[in-house]
């Protein structure tokens, strides 16, 4: 399997406080993009990060990528009750059709 | 305003029959692609298309089917075959990197 893994699997949080996830793929890559889901909807995209790019910013987002050791972090800043979610980094796997081959995601809890 | 709709937000499938998920896509995107999500697995691909009238299995196709006869629709056939398909089925379209998803069909089988 192609699958990437997120660590960790599960984060509980204050309001306020930074929440950090880390997601790590098995393939050389063109870009890896982070995606967020609310329990039972679809996914929405939140940012994308090209392989000659270090870090990114999105609003409260912040991307790194390691491409060396094949992993990304994604930092969400000053977390509110809203970015209660599951987030899942995706890269393209190009023998497929340039499908997004997901990892298992990391569900993020943020009480107020 | 452009986008994919999937139908119908809720199916209830008896044993051994078969049920077929609708998806749209008004986006003129080529690429459309299935997966699958079960608790704690994230998305696994079922079948690709990169354009009209071809399609190609995913990691999992095992008892399912597809069919690409328009640009905007690729709807995904659960066959009897599929042995476990209560999940959560979401649909997806591209251009470039650019992918956009459906707001998925939750399959129960009763």
């Known amino acids: 399997s192609q699958q990437g893994e997120e660590d960790p699997q599960a984060l509980s949080i204050q309001e306020g406080e930074n929440a950090t996830m880390n997601c790590s793929y098995k393939?050389?890559?063109?870009?890896l993009q982070w995606y967020r889901q609310n329990s039972g909807r679809g996914l929405v995209h939140l940012i994308l990060i090209r392989s000659n790019e270090r870090e990114k910013h999105s609003g409260r987002l912040r991307v790194t990528l390691d491409t060396s050791k094949k992993s990304s972090s994604l930092l969400i800043t000053a977390s509110r009750a809203a970015d209660t979610a599951s987030y899942f980094c995706?890269?393209?796997?190009?023998?497929?059709?340039?499908?997004?081959?997901f990892g298992k995601g990391t569900t993020l809890s943020v009480s107020s | 305003d452009g986008g994919i709709t999937q139908s119908p937000k809720y199916l209830f499938r008896k044993e051994g029959q078969n049920v077929t998920l609708s998806c749209e896509q008004n986006?003129?995107?080529?690429?459309m692609y299935w997966y699958r999500q079960d608790p704690g697995q994230g998305l696994r691909l079922i079948y690709y298309?990169?354009?009209?009238?071809?399609?190609q299995k995913g990691d999992i196709a095992e008892g399912y089917s597809v069919s690409r006869e328009k640009k905007e629709s690729f709807p995904l056939t659960v066959t009897s075959a599929q042995k476990n398909p209560t999940a959560f089925y979401l649909c997806?379209?591209?251009?470039?990197?650019?992918?956009?998803f459906g707001s998925g069909t939750r399959l129960t089988v009763v």
């Open positions: 997806a379209s591209r251009r470039e990197y650019g992918y956009t």
């Open positions: 393939t050389s890559i063109n870009n």
């Open positions: 995706a890269t393209v796997f190009t023998q497929a059709g340039t499908a997004l081959i």
């Open positions: 986006l003129n995107h080529d690429a």
């Open positions: 298309s990169q354009i009209v009238n071809d399609f």
